[in-house]
């Protein structure tokens, strides 16, 4: 059975501190999404990671892939209270046919 | 730009009605599918088309029916409610290949 397993799923942490969130994968993808929803809102897409290896930088946001390991992180740095949402991370194990499995989501409080 | 447009954007059911919810995107997408939303869950995938004429089972299709007539449109019929559908449902849409999914705003369904 195909597992997305975010970690850690609630974060509360304070203005500008850093902090990582994790994505583990337990299949074979070649290609990772980042989301970001804000509450009672749509989906945002914030990253879409297409190797291993790749990295992709927004403001203070910074997603990596490592397809290897099965793992992605999206790092956030000196974090500000805009960025309380929730996270989710998403693979397309069927490369490309977007069937996506999502994690359950991450929700980061920024506290002032 | 519309994007992708759901409607209703709330609706309360009593068990076994019968309703559809709607799906229509603007942006010449082939790709279609549509997902529920459920705390701690994150998103699951109920069913998806690759283009008009063409639909398949996503992880949870039961109780779920679509049809795709068109490029644009993509309703979701439930075909007799029941409480475990209450649920966020979001239709998504995307060009393919390496692109990513493009979200609507959702709709919130109770079921009574």
Redesign the interface.
């Known amino acids: 059975e195909l597992k997305v397993e975010q970690n850690p799923l609630f974060l509360s942490m304070q203005e500008g501190k850093n902090y990582t969130i994790y994505c583990n994968y337990s299949t074979t993808s070649d290609r990772l999404y980042w989301y970001r929803q804000d509450p009672g809102k749509s989906l945002e897409s914030l990253f879409v990671l297409l190797s291993n290896g790749a990295v992709k930088q927004e403001g203070r946001l910074m997603a990596s892939l490592d397809t290897k390991a099965r793992l992605s992180t999206l790092h956030i740095t000196a974090a500000v209270h805009d960025l309380s949402a929730t996270y989710f991370c998403a693979v397309d194990p069927f490369q490309g046919a977007q069937k996506l499995v999502f994690g359950q989501g991450t929700r980061l409080t920024i506290n002032p | 730009n519309a994007g992708v447009t759901q409607t209703p954007k709330f609706q309360v059911l009593k068990t076994g009605q019968s309703m559809t919810l709607q799906c229509a995107q603007d942006m010449n997408h082939e790709?279609m599918?549509w997902?529920r939303q459920d705390p701690?869950?994150?998103?699951?995938?109920i069913h998806?088309s690759?283009g008009a004429g063409i639909t398949d089972q996503?992880?949870v299709p039961n109780g779920y029916n679509v049809s795709r007539s068109t490029t644009e449109d993509f309703p979701l019929r439930l075909l007799s409610a029941a409480p475990s559908q209450t649920s966020v449902y979001?239709c998504a849409s995307?060009p393919?290949?390496?692109?990513?999914?493009?979200?609507?705003?959702?709709s919130r369904l109770t079921v009574l």
Do not use: A, D, P
Request: negative net charge.
């Open positions: 790709y599918s997902y701690g869950m994150g998103l699951r995938l998806y690759v996503g992880e979001f995307s393919g290949g390496l692109g990513e999914l493009f979200f609507g705003e959702g």
